[in-house]
């Protein structure tokens, strides 16, 4: 490692009983705090992570060649493709902690079953005709939808239709990876249910807002126990904070003209899945939002319309299906040109817990 313009002067100055010392340091694998203060306790975050944004444009077209190329199965299980972050050369991580990958599945394809330890969703650009199949349960894929696969269950999926179908696909790889939690177990060779149900079990019991079974009152589950979160739903949830915004009610919308939701857990009121935090924005058209930065890290991509993001300083132009890694303490601005919808999904869940949240406006 190349030494600091300050560390080598040090050096140079060092006594012979001194320069023994740092060897002898050195021999019985020890590191004095004095000569790393600035790299272990920073005045404020240096991620190495960067600020990067992937367009849908260049990620399609490689999913879809991978598609025609690359065959799923046993092994490399998925035909998913990680986004890579320039600051992390070599590693499938979209930041330190998240994971994000476009995940193709061509006609009359089945992804195999399996789980692991890591938590995981899925969320839909665009198609539908693919069920997931968690824990038994088939959950249709439509556009706009995020679909959970908390950690430790099984999942696999399959494409009935003539057409191929790619979406996001979210983990907390990193996370698990750097905390040495993870598990992986094959399932069966296919999926259990390739049955084609509108609405899963998991919807049928918990999709009904405000309504809980009571069959289920004395049990609070860490992850969500409800499957699938429908575009509908969110898209009915964002047009009232924007209309009840524009009758002249405070308080509904986060900041002028941005509206925005978290998916939340029905039996707890918290986040869907334990480490990773599930939003949808959507940013009404000449809107820009407050310039903010924040601890810990998060993804985005975008569902509708365009506009532009401002990632410390440097502007980048949106459009549908653009992916956007933000590092912990990047300070990030969006702006619409036309109403502009967004899927956000962030680590907060952890650093939150770990009291170690913390958020600035410029």
């Known amino acids: 490692m190349t030494q600091t313009p300050a560390k080598a002067d040090r050096d140079a100055?060092?006594?012979?009983?001194?320069?023994?010392?740092?060897?002898?340091f050195n021999r019985f694998g020890l590191i004095p705090l004095w000569t790393e203060r600035e790299d272990l306790m920073p005045m404020t975050p240096a991620p190495?992570?960067?600020?990067?944004?992937?367009?849908?444009?260049?990620?399609?077209?490689?999913?879809?060649?991978?598609?025609?190329?690359?065959?799923?199965?046993?092994?490399?299980?998925?035909?998913?493709?990680?986004?890579?972050?320039?600051?992390?050369?070599?590693?499938?991580?979209?930041?330190?902690?998240?994971?994000?990958?476009?995940?193709?599945?061509?006609?009359?394809?089945?992804?195999?079953?399996?789980?692991?330890?890591?938590?995981?969703?899925r969320f839909v650009l665009e198609g539908e005709g693919v069920w997931t199949v968690v824990d038994s349960d088939p959950v249709a894929m439509r556009r706009g939808d995020l679909l959970l696969?908390?950690?430790?269950?099984?999942?696999?999926?399959?494409?009935?239709?003539?057409?191929?179908?790619?979406?996001?696909?979210?983990?907390?790889i990193p996370f698990v990876a750097a905390t040495d939690t993870g598990f992986f177990e094959f399932g069966e060779d296919?999926?259990?249910?390739?049955?084609?149900?509108?609405?899963?079990?998991?919807?049928?019991?918990?999709?009904?807002?405000?309504?809980?079974?009571?069959?289920?009152?004395?049990?609070?589950?860490?992850n969500s126990p409800l499957a699938a979160y429908r575009w509908e739903h969110t898209d009915a949830a964002l047009t009232a904070q924007l209309e009840v915004a524009a009758e002249g009610h405070p308080g509904v919308v986060t900041e002028p003209g941005h509206a925005a939701v978290?998916?939340?857990?029905?039996?707890?009121?918290?986040?869907?899945?334990?480490?990773?935090?599930?939003?949808?924005?959507r940013i009404a058209a000449g809107e820009r939002t407050a310039a903010v930065r924040e601890t810990g890290s998060s993804v985005w991509q975008v569902f509708d319309g365009t506009g532009a993001i401002t990632l410390d300083g440097k502007r980048t132009d949106l459009v549908r299906g653009d992916v956007?890694?933000?590092?912990?303490?990047?300070?990030?601005?969006?702006e619409a040109r036309t109403d502009l919808d967004l899927f956000r999904f962030s680590d907060a869940p952890i650093f939150e817990r770990l009291n170690l949240a913390r958020r600035e406006y410029s």
């Open 48 to 121: 190495q992570a960067v600020p990067h944004v992937w367009h849908w444009d260049d990620l399609y077209p490689l999913a879809a060649r991978a598609g025609d190329l690359i065959p799923v199965g046993r092994g490399g299980e998925r035909r998913a493709i990680s986004v890579s972050n320039p600051g992390l050369p070599g590693l499938p991580y979209a930041t330190p902690t998240l994971w994000a990958a476009i995940q193709y599945l061509g006609p009359n394809e089945v992804a195999p079953a399996h789980r692991h330890s890591q938590n995981a969703f």
């Open 190 to 222: 296919g999926v259990t249910d390739r049955s084609t149900p509108h609405r899963s079990r998991s919807e049928r019991i918990w999709g009904h807002p405000g309504l809980r079974p009571l069959a289920a009152t004395a049990t609070d589950t860490p």
């Open 149 to 172: 696969t908390p950690g430790w269950q099984f999942h696999g999926h399959h494409n009935p239709h003539p057409k191929p179908m790619a979406w996001l696909d979210g983990l907390d």
């Open 13 to 24: 100055e060092l006594s012979t009983a001194e320069k023994q010392l740092y060897e002898d």
């Open 324 to 334: 956007i890694a933000v590092p912990s303490w990047c300070e990030v601005a969006i």
């Open 262 to 281: 978290r998916f939340s857990n029905p039996t707890t009121g918290g986040d869907a899945l334990t480490t990773i935090r599930t939003e949808m924005h």
